[in-house]
């Protein structure tokens, strides 16, 4: 476990490696924090301390395999404004828009097809906000 001053340092790193993007439609985490400081100003410091910090930057999996997880809990828990912000750092962690709908699908026996459903429209819309950073529109 690393010590408190480094944790929020390693977790700030990690952060960025899953959301650096020019894009003001595209969410970060850091835009989230920021828009939440005046009724939680505590909670930023516990996603990059203890999220980023401490789970994210374990050894055993890489960035696209945390992302992975990360989604398919997401879509199961029917947490769509998540979902979005997290296939974005699928996305910029190396996931390809076609891994990530075949894993919304295979979620279809174990959470339905609504969840699934809702999934992919949050999926369909952030690929074309990533697309259309991707061309420049």
Do not use: C, W
Not at 12 to 38: C, G, P
Not at 43 to 54: C, K, L, P, Q, T
Request: glycine share 6%; hydrophobic share 35%.
């Amino acid at each position: 476990m690393t010590k408190p001053v480094d944790r929020h340092q390693t977790g700030m790193n990690k952060l960025m490696e899953y959301t650096l993007h020019t894009n003001d439609d595209i969410s970060t985490h850091l835009r989230i924090v920021d828009e939440l400081k005046d009724i939680a100003p505590d909670v930023g410091d516990m996603i990059i301390d203890f999220a980023y910090g401490e789970v994210y930057s374990r050894e055993g999996l890489t960035n696209k395999q945390r992302a992975l997880v990360t989604i398919s809990s997401l879509i199961t828990q029917g947490t769509e404004p998540q979902l979005e912000l997290h296939l974005n750092t699928g996305l910029t962690a190396g996931l390809t828009p076609k891994e990530i709908t075949e894993s919304i699908i295979q979620l279809v026996p174990y959470t339905g097809f609504p969840k699934v459903l809702n999934a992919l429209t949050v999926a369909k819309k952030v690929f074309a906000q990533r697309e259309s950073e991707n061309t420049g529109e």
